[in-house]
């Protein structure tokens, strides 16, 4: 099966300017997690969606970053304006509806973000 | 609140020999213990997990251990090779859908 897929691979823009990442989870996965990754650091969740429902927003910055999954698939994650201290790797996983208690999470490659 | 401390931050180890990488959670709720590897510019995979109802779990020459008291888990990878290098991540799992990670191990696999 096809793995999840982000675009684009790596971003460089200007402080003060807007940024969108776009994720494609694996088919039939219906819960979609955006990840922050700083730079030698473990992912930290943003924001994890049920379906098209954002069920755990509460680690998102709202005042600049928002995201949507419209159709409970594929999702935008936005940044305006972005800060200096964006520059991260945003890391979009999913995962199916975990039977047991228990899920695994598959990553996609990410987004590299610069901001200068 | 909820943490995962990873130890150590770098590795470095001869081909052949084994690596330990060994990670404390906080939270007693914790019930899934996920690792994955993550190699430079790639995406993280999981490479092996357990769950709290067994202490260990081997895959060829990968294994974790679960010590549910202590609030510890470990990774051990036997007869390392080049390949093995890699940034490695603990993580635990307090609910069925969240993950907290650890910082991350650095690996180097010296031929």
């Known amino acids: 099966e096809a793995g999840v897929v982000q675009s684009p691979r790596y971003k460089i823009i200007e402080k003060k300017q807007p940024v969108a990442f776009w994720c494609n989870p694996i088919?039939?996965?219906?819960?979609l997690y955006w990840y922050l990754q700083n730079l030698g650091q473990g992912p930290e969740l943003l924001i994890r969606?049920?379906?098209?429902?954002?069920?755990?927003d509460s680690q998102l910055p709202k005042d600049r970053f928002s995201a949507e999954r419209l159709k409970g698939v594929d999702s935008t994650l936005k940044i305006q304006p972005a800060e200096l201290g964006d520059s991260a790797v945003y890391l979009c996983a999913s995962s199916r509806t975990p039977s047991g208690g228990w899920n695994e999470q598959f990553f996609g490659p990410g987004t590299r973000l610069t901001v200068l | 609140g909820e943490n995962v401390e990873q130890h150590p931050s770098t590795l470095s180890v001869q081909e052949g020999d084994s690596a330990v990488i060994k990670c404390t959670y906080s939270d007693s709720a914790s019930n899934y213990f996920p690792w994955y590897k993550q190699e430079l510019g790639k995406r993280p995979q999981l490479i092996i997990d357990?769950?709290?109802?067994?202490g260990e779990k081997k895959d060829q020459r990968i294994a974790v251990t679960l010590n549910k008291t202590a609030k510890h888990f470990s990774l051990h990878i036997t007869e390392t090779q080049p390949e093995d290098s890699a940034v490695y991540f603990c993580a635990a799992s307090p609910g069925t859908y969240k993950y907290i990670f650890g910082t991350g191990t650095r690996l180097k696999v010296l031929a």
């Open positions: 088919s039939g996965h219906n819960t």
């Open positions: 969606y049920e379906n098209e429902e954002a069920v755990d």
């Open positions: 357990i769950r709290s109802n067994v």
